[in-house]
């Protein structure tokens, strides 16, 4: 059973709207934070929203502020991100991780933090 599964993404114009899912196996028991993290082509991967799991604390990406949300379910299984307002510049891969331990309130959007990804759901913005 693979640890995390992105679904949603792909082709989008302007303006629309998306809606991201991730499903957790049931052995990711331990989370910490949850995450979706995207990679445009020829960029570094960046964070684009994170919630820590037990309080339901949020923390977003300057750039997708007011329109993206970030929401998972108490058991820690799902994982969302609906996404509005969609601009060509959201075109990346888009990626669901894991943390399994505190690294720092400020690192949430730092990748390397992350221990465990799923394989990527590729969102497309055209104008």
């Known amino acids: 059973q693979v640890p995390l599964v992105e679904s949603g993404g792909g082709p989008v114009q302007a303006g629309g709207s998306l809606r991201l899912s991730c499903v957790a196996s049931?052995?990711?028991?331990?989370?910490?934070?949850m995450g979706w993290l995207r990679q445009a082509l020829g960029t570094e991967c960046e964070g684009v929203a994170a919630?820590?799991?037990?309080?339901?604390?949020?923390n977003y990406a300057d750039s997708v502020k007011g329109r993206f949300t970030i929401s998972h379910d108490n058991a820690n299984k799902y994982l969302y991100l609906h996404m509005n307002s969609l601009k060509p510049e959201d075109t990346a891969m888009y990626y669901c991780?894991?943390?399994?331990?505190?690294?720092?309130?400020?690192?949430?959007?730092?990748?390397?933090?992350?221990?465990?990804w799923g394989q990527g759901t590729q969102v497309t913005v055209s104008s």
């Open positions: 919630v820590l799991t037990g309080v339901g604390i949020t």
């Open positions: 049931a052995h990711m028991y331990s989370i910490y934070q």
């Open positions: 991780a894991a943390k399994s331990r505190a690294t720092g309130a400020l690192r949430w959007a730092i990748a390397n933090d992350y221990d465990t």
